[in-house]
């Protein structure tokens, strides 16, 4: 992770804590999903129940993405998020777990979702397979140029100023 990305998304943690936090992660990743060509009215993104973000795209692909960040060793994929994706695994989505730990030695990781709950993974077990190498290095440009153009916004007003901004995009929004 760049050095200045770091500092900043330290700094959007320390006003906002965790909970917003995790919360503005998820709407800068849906983001810059649709900064990678997918169409962004096929994006819907929910901030307090069900999946994360689902991707519906004829092009791009279908996915339900549920996603974890934590300055911490571990994650929990709970219940809910097992139930959540095991539904949309079932009509065919590619269930992924997303996982950005704070850290400078540290990229979002996008692995397939656990094929059960499990209270706690290890997020330095965990890595990016090939399969989605190439999404994941586009992804990781895009959210930190994003953190980048958005810090004094979303500084000044969280997750209120990125919902505003996932509306410009066309993206879907649900919840806060």
């Not at 901030?47 to 973000?53: A, F, K, L, M, S």
């Not at 549920?66 to 009509?91: M, P, R, S």
């Amino acid at each position: 992770m760049d050095t200045d990305v770091y500092s900043k998304l330290k700094n959007i943690h320390n006003k906002w804590k965790a909970n917003i936090f995790g919360q503005i992660c998820q709407d800068l990743l849906a983001l810059s999903i649709a900064e990678t060509g997918c169409n962004p009215a096929s994006i819907e993104v929910h901030n307090i129940e069900g999946v994360d973000i689902v991707i519906d795209d004829n092009n791009f692909g279908k996915y339900a993405i549920e996603v974890k960040t934590t300055y911490g060793e571990t994650i929990n994929f709970g219940e809910k998020d097992y139930k959540g994706l095991k539904k949309y695994y079932e009509n065919n989505y590619v269930t992924i777990l997303a996982v950005l730990k704070i850290d400078l030695d540290k990229e979002w990781i996008f692995v397939d979702a656990p094929k059960k709950p499990k209270s706690n993974l290890y997020v330095n077990s965990l890595y990016t397979p090939d399969k989605y190498k190439d999404l994941a290095k586009k992804l990781n440009e895009n959210f930190g140029k994003l953190v980048q153009e958005n810090y004094e916004g979303v500084l000044k007003s969280g997750e209120k100023y990125l919902k505003e901004r996932l509306k410009e995009k066309g993206i879907k929004y649900s919840g806060g």
